[in-house]
């Protein structure tokens, strides 16, 4: 009986530990967007105003998390991974490597107050696609890749 017994407790310990490790959606409560070789997962991903969006390097590339300053709502404020206070001075900081890169692990974050869309991109791989939207609404529905 005690080796029956043991075998149910080891049972319960082993299925309860596995439970964190099947089922997820590819999200992860550390972040709300994960960053690959040449994408944001996901891609667009829609919230409440006065929700932290959280995004985080999960590659082995340098990211950034820019804003595309002409098509942010009007009266939001311009955001950008290194602080930055426009998208040109982002893109200039970039080229001259003073900043605003993610390494791996590493994250940014920024509140989001004023419902609209928020195009932004990752200035090294712009061009290879690398773009995202932050939807902000009343009514947030899950995320799309």
């Known amino acids: 009986m005690e080796r029956r017994a043991y075998l149910r407790a080891v049972g319960a310990v082993t299925v309860a530990g596995l439970a964190g490790c099947i089922g997820t959606s590819g999200t992860s409560a550390e972040y709300d967007v994960g960053m690959s070789a040449r994408a944001f997962r996901p891609e667009t991903i829609e919230v409440a105003p006065g929700t932290e969006v959280v995004w ?14 002409s098509g942010l709502p009007e009266g939001a404020d311009y955001w950008a991974s290194g602080g930055f206070d426009d998208e040109e001075s982002a893109r200039e900081a970039w080229g001259a490597g003073d900043g605003g890169t993610l390494f791996e692990g590493q994250s940014y974050s920024h509140t989001f107050e004023i419902r609209g869309e ?12 690398m773009v995202g939207t932050v939807v902000v609404t009343d009514d947030p529905s899950t995320t799309t890749g």
């Open 118 to 129: 928020y195009p932004y991109f990752c200035i090294p791989h712009e061009r290879g696609g």
């Open 56 to 69: 985080r390097n999960t590659s082995k590339q340098g990211h950034s998390v820019t804003a595309y300053e």
